[in-house]
């Protein structure tokens, strides 16, 4: 599997496109805010010659899903995500409001619903949706066994976690679950986040300042 990260400008989200020798593709956390992001993406998928089989939300607090009314409107594609979030995208317009911008577009409809232990499969490659509350009710970490990496949303990041204290946040969850959910993984599983650089599951448990 090959990874490419984008990053954005408004909310620094990184956005994932994973694909294989297939050319089959899944794109992940669309924070694409102005046009020109937007097009960015665009072009990197048509370039590649990429076939975007899935658009995998890991939560759906607004900046991760900027772009999805115009990855349904390119690509055909409605976001998969937990349902537990769903409220998250009637809140969007509201949330955008309090940060002082507003939607250029209307949220869209979730496409399906993933639940923990589902598996995301694009050509040759699988990913097993996790289930990670604690940051917001459903959000989901995408583990790639083959590959040896997770893409961890908001939940765990390089010398941090997420933060709780959101509607629907519960910092207490939050730890529990990644101690047992994540921290079970082996120790050289890198971790792509939603914000920031990559780390290791094993750096994290060694020096995370939140679980020493």
Not at 91 to 101: D, I, L
Request: hydrophobic residues 40%.
């Amino acid at each position: 599997m090959k990874i490419k990260r984008f990053e954005f400008n408004m909310f620094p989200v990184n956005c994932y496109v994973l694909w294989d020798e297939t050319k089959e593709a899944v794109v992940i956390d669309p924070g694409c805010f102005y046009e020109e992001e937007k097009q960015a993406l665009k072009k990197f998928i048509l370039t590649n010659g990429l076939t975007v089989k899935h658009l995998l939300n890991t939560h759906l607090h607004l900046d991760h899903i900027f772009g999805n009314p115009f990855m349904l409107k390119e690509f055909g594609l409605s976001a998969e995500a937990n349902k537990a979030d769903e409220y998250w995208i009637d809140e969007a317009p509201k949330q955008s409001r309090m940060f002082g911008f507003q939607l250029q577009e209307a949220p869209v409809p979730l496409g399906k619903y993933l639940h923990d232990g589902d598996i995301i499969t694009f050509g040759h490659t699988q990913l097993e949706a996790i289930h990670v509350p604690g940051h917001s009710p459903g959000s989901l970490v995408y583990y790639c066994k083959e590959d040896n990496c997770m893409f961890s949303g908001d939940v765990l990041f390089q010398g941090s976690i997420g933060r709780a204290d959101l509607t629907g946040g519960n910092f207490d969850e939050l730890i529990e679950h990644i101690c047992s959910r994540l921290f079970v993984l082996p120790n050289e599983t890198v971790v792509y986040p939603g914000h920031g650089a990559p780390t290791t599951i094993g750096m994290e448990k060694a020096e995370n300042p939140f679980f020493r």
